[in-house]
């Protein structure tokens, strides 16, 4: 998904670069609320980025899109730290990255940025938070954060170069294009993205839910529904 320099235009990833920004700003301002309330959210959320950086490291080229799949990690930092604060993250994760392993651009971070640190990390969230409400077990509320959030990075990201590429082609039919030329690589990484989100968290709940004090195992969520039952 690490869209390289070069391919969308100048126009293109600076009208993404404005996106991007106008999440992050809001972004900034929540971890520095975040970190005056509690001192060790900074450290978690530096944690939090180095898990980011290495999990979208590994990339497998994608020829058809001048790009690569890879899983994101966004899903699940999105959960443990909010998604705000995620593209902010994803953004330095992706500046580093360009600058020390060629691994995407310079000019294409904001566009890289906004598929895989804004849209992949709400639509995690957003999976996440309906699932839980629906009383899912945390297992399979995450699995389905890392799929949809994994999926949706992609389907953005062919989305970013279908509207810089397509020429004569019909837009949506290019967007089928790019998005198709991703699938069989990133359909089993999206598979394994749900695995893995499912295990890391349902591991941090268990073992230091003091880490995450805004979510409740599915052990307190039932005591709370049987505790709500006797009152009524």
């Given at each position: ?10 126009a293109?990833?600076?009208?993404w670069?404005?996106?991007?920004v106008?999440?992050m700003?809001?972004?900034v ?8 309330e ?5 450290p978690?959320l530096?944690?939090?980025g180095?898990a980011?950086?290495?999990i979208?490291c ?15 990690g966004t ?12 593209a902010v ?7 580093f ?17 906004f598929s ?13 938070k ?6 899912c ?10 799929f949809?959030?994994?999926?949706v990075?992609y389907?953005?990201?062919?989305f970013?170069l279908?509207l ?16 198709m030329?991703?699938?069989p ?28 004090p805004?979510?409740?195992s599915?052990?307190?969520i039932?005591?709370?529904v049987?505790?709500?039952a006797?009152?009524s």
């Amino acid at each position: 998904m690490h869209i390289e320099d070069g391919i969308l235009s100048p126009a293109a990833w600076g009208s993404w670069y404005a996106v991007t920004v106008a999440f992050m700003i809001p972004g900034v301002r929540q971890i520095k609320k975040k970190v005056q309330e509690n001192l060790s959210y900074k450290p978690f959320l530096a944690m939090t980025g180095v898990a980011v950086f290495i999990i979208s490291c590994m990339h497998l080229p994608v020829p058809v899109t001048g790009s690569c799949s890879h899983p994101c990690g966004t899903p699940l930092a999105a959960i443990v730290v909010g998604p705000l604060a995620t593209a902010v993250i994803s953004a330095i994760v992706l500046f580093f990255q360009a600058v020390f392993l060629g691994h995407g651009g310079i000019t294409t971070i904001g566009a890289n940025t906004f598929s895989m640190g804004i849209c992949g990390g709400i639509s995690g969230w957003l999976s996440w938070k309906l699932l839980r409400y629906l009383k899912c077990p945390l297992w399979l509320a995450a699995g389905v954060a890392g799929f949809v959030g994994d999926l949706v990075t992609y389907l953005v990201s062919a989305f970013e170069l279908a509207l810089s590429l397509h020429g004569n082609v019909p837009f949506f039919k290019q967007w089928m294009i790019f998005f198709m030329g991703y699938g069989p690589t990133q359909l089993p990484l999206a598979v394994a993205e749900a695995v893995f989100t499912a295990a890391v968290l349902q591991v941090m709940v268990n073992r230091r839910p003091d880490l995450l004090p805004g979510i409740k195992s599915d052990k307190e969520i039932r005591k709370g529904v049987k505790k709500n039952a006797v009152a009524s």
